[in-house]
């Protein structure tokens, strides 16, 4: 039986410098130059991404299944955020973690990423199949 690469207490955190890019004018979700909700799930997700890329088996990856986020303030264009992702659950493949983004002492948004492991080759071929 192969032993689990991933054990609770996982951790990675991701930065961004805001860009009019980053915006939801710029992605879609809005009319106002702020960092864009979609922006910040990409970055909590690159978070849990991170967290756990030194200990992934090379034929395997994980996906994200599960999103809950509340984004709690806005950030103008020029502010440094930081993701942070903690993996606080593992349940077979499925993988939890604890989300949050901060601009200083301001939360920014925060919530939970569940991710399922699976294997790469696999999945991409379902998916190829499926389309």
Do not use: C, Y
């Not at 994200?64 to 955020?81: I, K, M, S, Y």
């Not at 901060?102 to 991710?115: F, I, L, N, Q």
């Amino acid at each position: 039986m192969q032993e689990q690469p991933f054990t609770a207490g996982l951790a990675a955190r991701v930065e961004l410098t805001v860009t009019e890019a980053d915006t939801a004018q710029a992605v879609g979700s809005g009319d106002v130059p702020v960092l864009g909700t979609p922006r910040v799930l990409a970055l909590v997700e690159a978070a849990t991404v991170a967290a756990t890329a030194t200990r992934t088996p090379i034929d395997t990856t994980t996906v994200g299944v599960h999103v809950e986020l509340a984004h709690r303030a806005a950030t103008p264009v020029g502010r440094t955020v930081v993701a942070r992702a903690n993996l606080v659950k593992v349940d077979g493949r499925r993988l939890l973690f604890e989300v949050s983004v901060t601009d200083g002492d301001t939360t920014v948004a925060d919530g939970r990423v569940e991710r399922l492991v699976v294997d790469r080759q696999r999945f991409v071929e379902r998916a190829t199949r499926s389309s």
